[in-house]
């Protein structure tokens, strides 16, 4: 499963980008992946697993001070990517940047891959 696909399932519900690619100043909840560590299988040693994660943004300021929609976010991430890819089970914490006005948490998937 290419990168695009990845993205364009995504972008139906979200608006998506890659690490560093948005620059908007966290008006509306939207996503980035983020490919993560590559590791081999430890029955075969010519496959493995590419993770990347799902991460969701929503504004976080003074007229909008909740973080409840990342709830909302992770579920959709989860029914859309569920069939074709391997939740980890990997959630993070709740992140608030101050600065930045946002709220971000992730989830973690699993791609089957050859090394």
Excluded: H
Aim: aromatic share 12%.
């Amino acid at each position: 499963m290419s990168r695009t696909t990845l993205y364009a399932l995504l972008n139906t519900i979200y608006p998506t980008y890659g690490v560093g690619q948005n620059t908007s100043d966290f008006e509306n909840p939207y996503l980035v992946v983020k490919y993560n560590t590559q590791t081999r299988s430890s029955n075969n040693k010519e496959a493995g697993w590419q993770l990347f994660e799902v991460m969701c943004y929503v504004p976080y300021n003074d007229e909008n001070n909740s973080i409840l929609p990342i709830d909302t976010m992770l579920i959709d991430v989860r029914r859309v990517l569920l069939s074709l890819y391997e939740p980890t089970g990997n959630i993070t914490p709740d992140y608030i940047d101050v600065d930045k006005k946002c709220a971000m948490r992730s989830i973690e998937f699993r791609i089957p891959k050859e090394v």
